[in-house]
DNA sequence: ACCCTAACCTAATCAACGA
DNA sequence: TCGTTGATTAGGTTAGGGT
């Protein structure tokens, strides 16, 4: 598709984080963990990230992409399967047992100041960038990216709401769907 | 070249908090 | 109670590293 806000690439301040590299010890682990919850609660998610050392984020980033492996998988085989596999939702209990998420950061105006003024200069920061700012304003990286994330979606939103009017005080780096 | 998959993205939705 | 906004999801894309 054409659209293309996308990152100015080789920039360093765009840049991604570098990949990480999963042992088969550490696989093991997640894999096991996977299979017993799909969609373990932030709790479950921490407690798993410093069993094999590393981020609580990067254990949600691999849960998310196992999940989407998953779902692939199964439409390839529609059936087969059907009931050997352990467990299957009861709706209900499974609503209840909903796990804990992670709590809400709440952002003071300061700080709001800086995400928002970063924002405007960039935003698709890099890991860099993020790292920085996240620094600066003494929250973790991961909620800096997610609040970035939010920041755009909602920004796009806006924009398909008022495609006219309002049209004074805005400088935009020229983009239009 | 091709494959696998971590990293990243948007859009929709859930849900906490304050006015 | 309701709007704002952080957290989580589905589902798709980009790119790093191994073959």
């Not at 042992?23 to 919850?37: C, G, P, R, S, Y």
């Not at 709440?106 to 003024?117: A, D, K």
């Not at 920085?132 to 304003?137: P, T």
């Amino acid at each position: 598709m054409a659209q293309d806000v996308s990152p100015n690439k080789t920039t360093a301040t765009n840049r991604r984080r570098s990949r990480a590299k999963f042992t088969e010890d550490q696989l093991k682990i997640l894999v096991n963990a996977f299979n017993q919850k799909p969609y373990p609660g932030y709790a479950t998610k921490k407690r798993l990230a410093s069993e094999i050392n590393t981020e609580e984020s990067r254990i949600q980033i691999w849960f998310q992409n196992r999940r989407a492996r998953h779902r692939f998988q199964k439409r390839s085989e529609p059936e087969e399967d059907l009931k050997s596999s352990q467990d299957e939702d009861h709706p209900e209990e499974k609503i209840r047992s909903r796990e804990d998420r992670r709590c809400r950061t709440s952002y003071t105006s300061s700080q709001l100041h800086t995400l928002i003024e970063a924002f405007m200069k960039n935003p698709y920061p890099g890991i860099d960038s993020r790292e920085q700012l996240a620094k600066e304003i003494g929250v973790p990286e991961s909620r800096v990216q997610i609040w970035f994330q939010n920041r755009r979606s909602r920004f796009h939103v806006q924009r398909k709401r008022e495609p006219d009017e309002a049209l004074e005080q805005r400088q935009d780096q020229g983009q239009d769907p």
